[in-house]
């Protein structure tokens, strides 16, 4: 036999054996077998628990809530198959609806016989040892929690997250789309995408503005180079449009922006950037009118959309608005409501939006509505003289595209909300809303026989269902009382509303409470 030919009798019998074989008499050398693929288990079971809601249970909801006061902790538990190899670590992998500076920290949890739909705050599992931390979260994105030191088994294994922050959090539930997950094996995360690219929009002149990048320059005036920007950007994947310091006026004119997505507008501060226009037209002219955005934001500046008054000319429309954030914005001026995210249309949705720190004063609507919008946030906002509703969560009409929409699995907390025309808060036909540790006074000071916070169907045969109230505060101190009651759940096809505890109704003009729900619980004094 050659030597050739042993050589390649000996080079086949090494691939046969496969990369177990490291080597063969011939001298041919192969590598050893790659590391294993990392395996991906999803949340076979979770939910969260409410110190103010002790006896309630929230196993169906598609997200958690997650806060240091009222404590609310979430459970997850996973089912690690056998002979998995733990030794490259774990990590809890979440998906985050709410941006969040102190984020939530991981805990064992030895009991892992609790269940999804019998969980609740009083029979809560006890907390094992604290394992790794978030950091701060961005809303719409994954984050990854190192928990390797509290998975030391395959088979189920039970995980909590808390959060020191007296500031609430959400973060989506394995009913949501993007279901926790435990991460097991090679969880090296691949490299960031490179930064994206920014936009500085400053006044060059009497009307005329410049907007600036490393690789483009619009001059004009404010919307021809503030659409120019976003459109730059868009077709780059995103970026930032980032006001200076100033006084920035449209004249008449708005911005137009359709089908965004990981577009930030940005300014200086509230009253340090001032974005304003003024129009009487027989047509709607938001300083902002967006309509399909995901993952977009507005921060940090004031806004007065002036103008004679309309039913639907707004500071901030969102129409098709989802997953993205107003924070630090100040309104003084609209032609009707503040800030309105909009799902009636046909196929639309507006879900999964935060509304943070805003102050909202003098304008003729409501401060912040969702028109058929849900799982959304209003958090830490300060509302005053508005014409409206303070907060107002509603059903699509009857002869929208998706007729009798609801607005449900809102969460409206820790908010500050006085003399507003109509109902502080107000829950039109939606279901599971939280209301939580507000302080609404003196509403309904334009609309007669209004409520700090009421809860209503005004649509025949269209439920409100298992909707929360805790620890707000919802009174009158005015020497002529305008607010009739401090919570008013005003019709029989509200059901299960709960009334949890550190509620004080006192002090308004009819009394406290009123109810003519169905099945209301009630949990507190």
Known sequence: MSAIMRRAIGLTFAVLLGPAVMSIGTGLSLPSASAAEPVTVTAAADSYVDAALPTSNFGTRTSYLIDAS???????????????????????RVFAQSTHTAGVTAYGVADTAWTETGITYENRPALGPASGKSGALTASTWKEIDVTSVVGSTGPVSLALQTTSNTSLRIT????????????????????????????????????????????????????????????????????????????DFGSE??????????????????????????????????????????????????????SARTSSDALDFDKGNNSLVENVKITGSRSRGIVFDGKDAGATAENNVVRGCQISGIPGAAV?????????????????????????????????????????????????????????????????????????????RVASRDGIRITSVVAG????????????????????????????????????????????????????????????????
Do not use: H
């Open 70 to 92: 009222p404590q609310q902790i979430a459970y997850l538990r996973f089912d690690i198959p056998a002979a998995t190899d733990l030794t490259g670590g774990v990590k809890l």
């Open 173 to 248: 539930s394995k009913e949501g789309a993007n279901k926790p997950q435990l991460v097991i094996g090679d969880t090296t995360p691949p490299p960031p995408p490179p930064p994206p690219g920014e936009f500085l929009v400053s006044p060059v002149g009497d009307g005329t503005y410049q907007a600036v990048s490393t690789t483009a320059t619009f001059t004009g005036t404010l919307k021809t180079v503030g659409q120019s920007a976003v459109a730059k950007l868009k077709a780059g994947g995103g970026g930032t449009v980032r006001f200076t310091s100033g006084d920035f």
């Open 254 to 307: 708005y911005f137009v922006l359709s089908n965004l997505t990981d577009i930030d507008f940005v300014g200086a501060g509230i009253d340090a950037t001032i974005i304003r226009n003024n129009s009487s037209a027989a047509a709607d002219t938001e300083p902002f009118s967006f309509t399909g955005t995901n993952r977009v934001k507005v921060r940090e500046m004031t806004i007065v959309a002036a103008g």
């Open 369 to 445: 509505q969702f028109l058929a919008s849900s799982r959304n946030t209003v958090a830490g906002c300060t509302i005053s003289g508005t014409g409206g509703p303070g907060i107002y969560a509603q059903q699509s009409s009857s002869t929208a595209a998706q007729p009798n929409k609801k607005s449900s699995d809102n969460t409206f907390s820790n908010n500050t909300i006085d003399q507003a025309g109509g109902d502080g808060v107000y829950i039109s036909n939606g279901d599971r809303n939280s209301i939580t540790n507000n302080t609404i006074t003196n509403s309904s000071d």
């Open 462 to 525: 269209l439920t409100c269902d298992d909707n929360s109230v805790s620890g707000n505060t919802a009174t009158d101190n005015q020497a002529t009382k305008t607010q009739s009651y401090g919570l008013n759940i005003a019709s029989a096809l509200c059901n299960r509303t709960v009334v949890g505890s550190g509620n004080n109704f006192a002090g308004n003009r009819l009394g406290p409470i009123r109810d003519v729900g169905t099945a209301t619980v009630y949990q507190g004094p």
